[in-house]
């Protein structure tokens, strides 16, 4: 209380300096939309990756697919960053395992996000908070 309470203020966690929710799930409704524009383009390196869940929601199989997959990306997101949601979805082991994700697969995600990230004006310093806890998934999300 008093005159110290501006320095005793917690600092906004990463979650807030995303713009809470909304923010992030902006950020990665961007992240899908380049994503799906990539899978279009003559020589897509993400077609091979994304198609299963891609013919699932276009055939009509499986409709939600994506949707479920926004969803726990933003759980995952707001849960990374100190925020009060809750990760439900599968491991980042066992939610990539089968698709033998390739490094370069991974760098061209990698610069779909960072594009959403630039068209939401996220400072340098918070994009670099983001791709610290991304770059940490890279060996579970790689290889397998
Ligand atoms: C650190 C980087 C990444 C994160 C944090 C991430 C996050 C996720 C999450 C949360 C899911 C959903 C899991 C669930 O619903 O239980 C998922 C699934 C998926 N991810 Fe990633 N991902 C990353 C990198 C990649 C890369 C590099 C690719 C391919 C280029 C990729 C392709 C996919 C696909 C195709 C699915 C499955 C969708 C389905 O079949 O329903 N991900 N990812």
Redesign the pocket.
């Known amino acids: 209380c008093g005159k110290n309470d501006a320095e005793e203020a917690p600092a906004p966690t990463l979650y807030d300096r995303l713009g809470k929710t909304e923010g992030i799930a902006k950020i990665v409704d961007g992240l899908i939309a380049n994503?799906g524009t990539e899978t279009q383009m003559t020589n897509s390196?993400?077609l091979r990756?994304?198609k299963?869940?891609l013919d699932?929601v276009n055939s009509g199989a499986?409709p939600t697919?994506?949707q479920?997959?926004r969803n726990?990306?933003i759980d995952?997101?707001g849960e990374a960053t100190g925020g009060p949601l809750k990760?439900k979805?599968?491991s980042?082991l066992?939610?990539?395992k089968g698709?033998a994700?390739t490094h370069t697969?991974?760098t061209?995600?990698?610069a779909q996000l960072e594009k959403s990230l630039n068209t939401n004006k996220v400072s340098e310093t918070d994009k670099a908070a983001l791709y610290a806890i991304?770059?940490k998934?890279?060996d579970d999300?790689?290889g397998h």
Do not use: C, K
Request: charged content about 15%; overall charge neutral; aromatic content about 10%.
């Open positions: 994503v390196v993400m990756s994304h299963p869940m699932a499986d697919r994506l479920r997959l726990n990306f995952q997101v990760y979805g599968l980042m066992t939610a990539h698709m994700v697969e991974f061209v995600w990698r991304i770059d998934m890279h999300v790689v």
